[in-house]
C-alpha cells in the first residue's frame, strides 16, 4: 500500500508543474487525497485535497487560483496537482496523503519543487 508523488523540478517564477500522486496496493476510488508542502525551516502546509469521488475540492488561500487538484480514478489511480503561476514562496517538497475518514493517514514520498525568481 503505498502513495508516490512525482514530477517536481526546478521552474522560473511563473511557470506551471503537474505533479501526480499515484496510488497503489489500496481501493484508490475511497480515499480522499490531500497535498501538502513543507518548506525548509517551515512546518508543513496543507495545500488542497480531492474527495474520493472529484466532486469536492478544497485549497489553502495561498494557492487558490492557481493550484487545481484532479483525480482518476477510473484508469489511472492517480490524483493530480497542477499548478500555475508558480511563485518563489510555493518552493517546498511537496506530499500527498490518503485517509478515508476525515483524516490523512496513509503518506507518500515527496516531490521536490523549486521555483527560481
Known amino acids: 500500500v503505498q502513495l508516490q508523488a512525482s514530477g517536481g523540478g526546478l521552474v522560473q517564477a511563473g511557470g506551471s508543474l503537474r505533479l501526480s500522486c499515484a496510488a497503489s496496493g489500496l481501493r484508490f476510488s475511497i480515499y480522499n487525497i490531500g497535498w501538502f508542502r513543507q518548506a525548509p525551516g517551515k512546518e508543513r502546509e496543507f495545500v488542497g485535497d480531492?474527495?474520493?469521488?472529484?466532486?469536492?475540492?478544497?485549497y489553502a488561500e495561498s494557492v487558490k487560483g492557481r493550484f487545481t487538484i484532479s483525480r482518476d480514478n477510473a484508469a489511472k489511480n492517480t490524483v493530480y496537482l497542477q499548478m500555475n503561476s508558480l511563485k518563489p514562496e510555493d518552493t517546498a517538497v511537496y506530499y500527498c496523503?490518503?485517509?478515508?475518514?476525515?483524516?490523512?493517514?496513509?503518506w507518500g514520498q515527496g516531490t521536490q519543487v523549486t521555483v527560481s525568481s
Open positions: 480531492i474527495n474520493w469521488s472529484g466532486g469536492r475540492t478544497s
Open positions: 496523503a490518503g485517509g478515508t475518514a476525515g483524516a490523512y493517514n496513509l
